[in-house]
């Protein structure tokens, strides 16, 4: 079992920056993908990063490739989603997951493969 909380959430203006970060609890959290969600109001949750458990291999969005950064610390049972130029349409409840996914590339991006969530954090980006 592991459970995750996220933090870092809040208001900020376009073209500003927020680091969400994802505490872990559970022994297993090192050897799961982890994976961040956003869902905006009406609209259905979506992919946004994942990293594999090494931390070697991470996949983005295409929507928010070369703004946002996805990290973790195995040591600290933690991950974090530095993002970077944020813009309005960034607005949305962010959330983080985990699960051991096949492959990262392909299957990252299917939020049905993660067993654990978050709360989520909610993400304001005023204009």
């Known amino acids: 079992q592991v459970q995750l909380v996220e933090s870092g959430g809040g208001l900020v203006q376009a073209g500003g920056s927020l680091r969400l970060s994802c505490a872990a609890s559970?022994?297993?959290?090192?050897?799961?993908?982890v994976g961040w969600f956003r869902q905006a109001p009406g609209k259905e949750r979506e992919f946004v990063a994942a990293i594999s458990w090494s931390g070697s291999v991470t996949n983005y969005a295409d929507s928010v490739k070369g703004r946002f950064s996805i990290s973790r610390d195995n040591a600290k049972n933690t991950a974090s989603l530095l993002m970077n130029s944020l813009k309005p349409e960034d607005t949305a409840v962010y959330y983080c997951?985990?699960?051991?996914?096949?492959?990262?590339?392909?299957?990252?991006?299917?939020?049905?493969?993660?067993?654990?969530w978050g709360q989520g954090s909610q993400v304001t980006v005023s204009s």
């Open positions: 559970g022994r297993t959290f090192s050897t799961y993908t």
């Open positions: 997951a985990a699960d051991r996914i096949p492959d990262l590339r392909v299957d990252a991006r299917d939020p049905r493969l993660y067993a654990y």
